[in-house]
């Protein structure tokens, strides 16, 4: 039987047709709305990186991981102590700012260092003019938190739709005291700028030399590539027509489907992958007041809540019109990679940007399994929040490769081994239990409690796929975009891309890059606070499934898996009601 490379450089997990699809929501399956149907047109071209060259990965090996050397160069210095008047709720903007004049002309670096001393948290702006032309401004919000001592952050000049593509001079920083039981002992000790760069087309991958992660700045550092190097895994098209993947696999009987690296998370668009998305239900009447048209479905995607009306829903990818998100810092060693990055607004084609901060760490586990540490904190401000409804935290939505076909929970009613799940498209009915009759086409939403160790999966007729841990969920999503894993499906795999992107007829698409997909979301329920962290841990694992309930509990019993903090109630965490 041929054998697999053992770690395979040439992760190809971004493709050039992805960015030239119309996108379908990261929230279409999280609950909060009420159909993942496929928008009826693409983004503007000028919007995706086809306008900048595509430059894209086309098989191309990243190179390997390489420490980083820059250095600051001080543009400001002050370290006087001042008094940042107590925060008023009902008036975000009022007397609290404190504004220090910079007038600096960092040209065409991007890379800035805040360093502070204060005892409260703190929100700001870092307010810019493009040199030659001072009627191009920009202003960047940023949040640091009580205690912190230095901020860095990229400045919005290397993503699609960046706003501070340019070279420039800062004009002003404020700072503002977002606590609203004190005022606040602040210093501005120092402000310095780096050449440090990013390169969004850039691959970052981790491995433990028998799974690998892969990602990249371009898409926010969410997870948009997971494979297993061992086992001879592939994907290949059965005596029937339908797209498998399964491990222990020989390709020489086999009609092999794409390359030998069988990635197993789908990428169909930019709210697909494995990536947190995260909602609050305001409206103008809390401050919530987007830059689009009501009028214009131009400038967004309606259909996709109860109302029709976009929601505040920040996103780690992208958005509905192309745009990536702005990193705003990172560290990436050998074996373990961190991400920081301001949220994208799904709903819009618009390039609107959330304020908030999506923070992911990824590492290997001994056992195998990829952790995944999440911190999320808004800072939008929005007000009268007390009375907006809970919603259910896509923590994190993931989409696999649709050959994993069988969604598989262990739950209180025995074990849930399941190929009929369908999509949430408005009508498929709810099942909340293993036991449950429905009448049609289905999809699960169960509660945490039910689920037994905390995890479920989507396989194949095998028992092998990739399960996901996330133990004191509130829910556990399951469903699928169609159900078909016929290669001939009409509007779906291979017809599909067919027609879109005139695929030669003999070459099979891969399951990551299609329509289809299988979908967990292990949710929280609970509402988005400012200025608050919701922090979670989850575990992702690729095998069978007694393999991953023997992975998955012995995290759990270590103490490396717990998610203490989703247990709690008090006001250190996001509120249930």
């Given at each position: ?7 395979k450089?040439s ?8 960015l ?67 925060y ?18 960092i040209?065409n ?29 920009n ?18 000049a ?24 004190k005022?606040?002992s ?33 898409y926010?550092?969410?997870i948009?590539?997971?494979e297993?190097?061992?086992?001879d ?13 399964d ?72 958005d ?7 990193i705003i ?13 301001k ?9 609107i ?44 939505a ?10 598989y ?33 289905y999809?699960?939403i ?6 037994n ?7 194949n ?9 996330l ?12 159900k078909?894993n ?12 067919e027609?879109y ?8 698409v ?16 609970r ?10 841990s989850?575990?992702l ?9 023997t992975?998955f509990?012995g ?11 989703l ?11």
């Open positions: 039987m041929m054998k697999k490379q053992a770690f450089k992760i190809c997990f971004l493709m050039t047709g992805l030239v699809l119309s996108l379908g929501a990261c929230g279409g399956d999280s609950g909060n709305t009420s159909s993942s149907t496929r928008p009826s047109k693409p983004p503007k071209p000028e919007d995706t990186l086809s306008a900048l060259g595509n430059p894209l990965f086309d098989g191309v090996s990243s190179a390997p991981y390489t420490t980083e050397d820059y250095t600051f160069t001080t543009i400001f210095m002050d370290g006087m102590e001042k008094v940042l008047p107590r008023d709720s009902q008036n975000p903007q009022g007397n609290s700012f404190i504004k220090y004049d910079i007038n600096s002309n040209k670096k991007n890379y800035l260092k805040l360093t502070v001393e204060t005892d409260v948290n703190l929100v700001g702006y870092i307010n810019y003019e493009k040199n030659g032309d001072p009627s191009v401004t202003s960047e919000k940023f949040f640091i938190s009580a205690g912190s001592t230095e901020f860095c952050t990229f400045l919005d290397f993503r699609v739709g960046a706003r501070g593509a340019y070279q420039k001079t800062i004009l002003s920083i404020t700072f503002q005291n977002v606590d609203d039981t005022a606040g602040f210093k501005f000790v120092s402000a310095g700028i780096s050449d440090r760069t990013l390169n969004t087309v850039e691959e970052w991958y981790v491995s433990d030399g028998s799974t690998v992660l892969g990602t990249s700045p371009y926010g550092g969410c948009t590539y997971f297993k190097l061992e086992d895994v592939y994907e290949y098209m059965d005596s029937d027509g339908n797209i498998c993947i491990k222990d696999v020989d390709p020489d009987f086999v009609q092999q489907v794409g390359s030998a690296n069988v990635n197993l998370v789908n990428i169909y668009d930019l709210g697909r992958e494995i990536q947190p998305s995260y909602y609050l239900n305001v409206t103008d009447k809390n401050g919530y007041t987007p830059d689009y048209d009501p009028e214009d479905t131009d400038s967004y995607y309606p259909g996709q809540t109860e109302t029709g009306q976009p929601i505040y829903n920040p996103i780690q990818c992208g509905f019109g192309g745009h990536t998100p702005q810092d990172y560290e990436y060693a050998s074996d373990m990679l961190y991400v920081k990055m949220g994208q607004e799904w709903f819009f084609y618009t390039n940007q959330a304020n908030g901060y999506i923070e992911v760490t990824y590492y290997f586990d001994e056992s195998g399994a990829l952790m995944v540490d999440n911190v999320y904190t808004d800072f939008s401000q929005f007000y009268g929040v007390e009375d907006v409804s809970i919603s259910l935290q896509e923590t994190p993931t989409y696999f490769a649709y050959p994993l076909n069988y969604f929970c262990e739950t209180k009613q025995g074990i849930i081994f399941d190929k009929e799940v369908s999509e949430q498209n408005g009508r498929s009915e709810i099942k909340t239990s293993k036991t449950q009759t429905v009448g049609g086409d999809f699960y169960l509660n945490g409690k039910m689920v160790g905390g995890w479920c999966a989507f396989v007729e095998n028992k092998w796929g990739v399960g996901i841990c133990p004191n969920a509130d829910k556990y999503v399951a469903s699928r975009g169609r078909s016929s290669y001939f499906q009409e509007e779906a795999n291979r017809k599909y891309h027609g992107f005139a695929f030669d007829d003999s070459q099979l891969p399951s990551y890059s299609t329509i289809n997909y299988s979908y967990i979301n292990p949710g929280i329920h509402k988005m606070v400012d200025f608050i962290p919701l922090e979670y989850y575990a694992y690729i095998g069978d499934t007694d393999q991953m309930k992975v509990t995290l759990q019993k270590d103490g490396i898996l717990t998610n203490a903090s247990t709690k109630t008090d006001k250190s965490v996001w509120p249930k009601k």
